[in-house]
């Protein structure tokens, strides 16, 4: 394979990158750049990782990847794109951090940039399944449903037991209204990886790309309460509330989301809809974004 390098980040492939390092540096190098564990225990490892002079630019570059990523999940979005910027200039040629870091600017000429990224790396028999996740959420974004869970099915034979696989493809199933796979697909997920919050919102999601808000609002209650500065479930709701043609509450719960994460977009979105009364029950603006979490 040519393209042996940089994308075995996230999946168990890390170890090929392991051959040359210690025994200590290489139990870190997999704690960071395998996507599982506690994300306390992932940011210190790729926090000492990154430290370690002996790592190759190759190595390095993996490693600020993956604590970009971590960064991302804790919601430290500008230390996230510190982190893919550094390692795109220890190595220019990381397709991975190329496409994550245009992936999270959010723009269409951003997006344009990730797929080519992307489209490189599968071009080059990557084995990594995250590439193919993030170009399944592009595909997502621009509703080419069926394309997307066709990538997904290409991550799922490289990894079959990665979580957000199966919840990237539930969401993509309920949009495209299988209902039955939708629901397999997320019960599957939190069976890989239970998340009390997560699956709520997740499933709160599922049920609104099936037309069925009256499913989701619960959900979203309940997980709003257990944490209630999550601007994602605020918007989820706010879909919710469109769906239901009850704008002032969608629009209300928009604002929340917006109070809690200026730079928002998908909120910004929604606002917009609202504003000029495009109110034709669509979702599709919020799955981008959760089809793109690899988390």
């Known amino acids: 394979m040519r393209f042996l390098g940089f994308l075995c980040i996230l999946v168990s492939l890390a ?16 704690l960071c750049t395998q996507n599982k564990g506690p ?27 993956a604590r970009a990523i971590v960064w991302r999940k804790l919601d430290e979005n500008d230390k996230s794109v510190a982190d893919l910027e550094h390692a795109i ?24 940039n990730a797929r080519t990224a992307l489209t490189h790396a599968i071009n080059d028999e990557t084995e990594d399944y995250s590439a193919y996740l993030y ?28 979580a957000a696989i199966h919840a990237a493809r539930a969401m993509a199933f309920a949009i495209t209204k299988n209902e039955r796979a939708a629901v397999r697909d997320l019960d599957r997920a939190f069976e890989l990886r239970p998340d009390t919050a997560r699956e709520r919102h997740a499933r709160g999601m599922m049920w609104n790309s099936l037309g069925q808000p009256e499913k989701a609002i619960p959900l979203f209650n309940d997980a709003i309460a257990a944490a209630p500065d999550n601007a ?27 109070e809690l994460d200026r730079e928002n977009a998908k909120a910004l979105r929604l606002l917009q809809v609202l504003k000029v009364g495009e109110n034709d029950g669509e979702t599709t603006i919020l799955i981008p974004g959760i089809l793109l979490d690899p988390n």
């Open 39 to 65: 994300v306390d225990t992932r940011l210190s490892a790729c926090t000492r990782l990154i430290a370690d002079l002996a790592l190759s630019n190759e190595q390095l570059s993996f490693a600020y990847t």
């Open 232 to 258: 994602e479930l605020y918007l989820g709701r706010a879909v919710s509330y469109v769906l239901r043609k009850q704008n002032l509450l969608a629009e209300r719960d928009a604002r929340k989301a917006m």
């Open 15 to 30: 170890s090929c990158q392991t051959a040359t390092m210690s025994a200590s540096t290489a139990q870190l190098y997999l």
């Open 135 to 162: 170009l399944a959420g592009i595909e997502a974004g621009e509703r080419n449903y069926h394309e997307a869970i066709r990538l997904l099915n290409r991550a799922e034979k490289l990894e079959p037991d990665a």
């Open 89 to 112: 200039a220890v190595a220019p040629s990381n397709w991975t951090a190329q496409a994550v870091l245009n992936i999270y600017r959010g723009t269409d000429e951003d997006r344009t």
